[in-house]
């Protein structure tokens, strides 16, 4: 072999390397299957994955990318060492990724390869990852959002509030960034991935259209429990299911009843009803629901006590991911949440219990009214 040749073989292997990097920043799993020989194996024991020949490898691949919100993938060259048809080298990778569950961080990983010879030029035989560094911290930056393109289409150019301009430096307060109702697209795009996960979801017009669709979903001999909520309480829902027509609401038996002498009782009432209804205090266009709580009275109910839970989510509570719900509910729900409470009770509120939900609970039926008008807060 000539000092050409094995030039010309450094160059199409190193090339090998950029070609997956590049088909898998652009989801493109079939140019990343072709890139293996027939017998091929890509395998990933942190994750763990181990995946033989193409198809198998384009298939996982396509399932593996479902779950990215974004991934940012950077090949490094490391060594090479050819060996007639045959050659082993490794490449070395910076990577950034946050997943649709909330998982998020960077990470240095190196691919262990060997390749092989053929006639349409060099080919992987075997990919083998192993992550030597990895920070699963928050990560400071994001992708533009379809959300953010949406609400730069809406706003003749300016950036989406709780997007590029809040990184801009450029934010509004809290109380104005959260209480603007999220774009149509973007209500389509949770709706979509809430059902994905299995949730049972509806878009209506306004919290009147949620108050008729709750006396269609309540029957009237159903024992309910409606959870604290400036969204029941000012669409009139709590009045309504708290009245005589539901002779099973369990907030007035609860009510009246002794907190110390019955408070087994209660709290069977509370965690057991046929229905629980309330709100959140965000929910992600990834398709989670964030439910925080001071007292955790409402908890079991959602958690798999009740048959059904019914949550009615305002327009302004979508936001892109769940850091940015987390961030919601720190800067915007829970202060004006113990602003309430304060003047109510004289104590301020806190989030002394938080319940993520990537999907209904086995024993309950999760159903969402997403609202296209902002309603509580």
Aim: charged share 25%; aromatic share 6%; glycine share 8%.
């Amino acid at each position: 072999m000539t000092d050409f040749q094995a030039i010309a073989d450094r160059v199409e292997i190193q090339a090998l390397q950029a070609e997956f990097t590049d088909a898998a920043m652009m989801r493109d799993r079939a140019r990343v299957a072709a890139l293996f020989t027939a017998d091929g194996v890509l395998r990933m024991p942190n994750i763990p994955i181990e995946l033989t020949g193409p198809e198998e490898i384009r298939l996982g691949g396509e399932k593996l990318q479902e779950e990215w919100e974004f991934f940012v993938q950077n090949t490094h060259p490391g060594a090479i060492v050819i060996d007639g048809d045959t050659a082993t080298g490794r490449a070395h990778m910076h990577e950034i990724a946050r997943l649709r569950n909330g998982f998020q961080g960077l990470n240095y990983a190196i691919y262990h390869d060997r390749y092989r010879r053929t006639a349409d030029g060099w080919r992987f035989t075997e990919r083998v990852y192993e992550i030597r560094y990895l920070d699963a911290g928050p990560l400071g930056g994001s992708a533009p959002e379809q959300a953010e393109r949406d609400g730069l289409a809406e706003r003749d150019g300016l950036a989406e509030r709780d997007g590029l301009a809040e990184r801009a430096g450029q934010a509004e307060e809290p109380a104005a960034r959260y209480a603007e109702p999220a774009s149509a697209q973007r209500l389509e795009r949770a709706a979509d991935a809430l059902a994905a996960r299995g949730f049972g979801v509806e878009i209506l017009a306004d919290a009147e259209a949620a108050r008729a669709r709750v006396r269609e979903l309540v029957a009237e001999d159903a024992s309910v429990y409606t959870t604290a909520s400036e969204t029941l309480r000012l669409s009139g829902i709590d009045d309504d299911l708290n009245s005589d027509r539901y002779p099973g609401a369990v907030k007035p038996q609860v009510l009246i009843m002794d907190r110390e002498h019955e408070a087994d009782e209660i709290r069977r009432l509370l965690a057991t009803p046929d229905v629980v209804i309330g709100s959140v205090a965000a929910v992600t266009e990834t398709g989670s629901l964030l439910v925080a709580s001071g007292s955790g009275s409402q908890l079991p109910a959602y958690t798999g006590g009740a048959a059904r839970a019914i949550w009615i989510v305002g327009a302004q509570k979508v936001v892109p991911d769940l850091p940015a719900a987390l961030r919601r509910l720190e800067e915007h729900a829970l202060p004006l949440e113990s602003a309430r409470t304060e003047a109510a009770y004289g104590v301020p509120s806190a989030v002394n219990q938080l319940v993520v939900f990537n999907a209904p609970t086995r024993f309950t039926q999760g159903i969402v009214l997403l609202l296209r008008e902002a309603a509580g807060y």
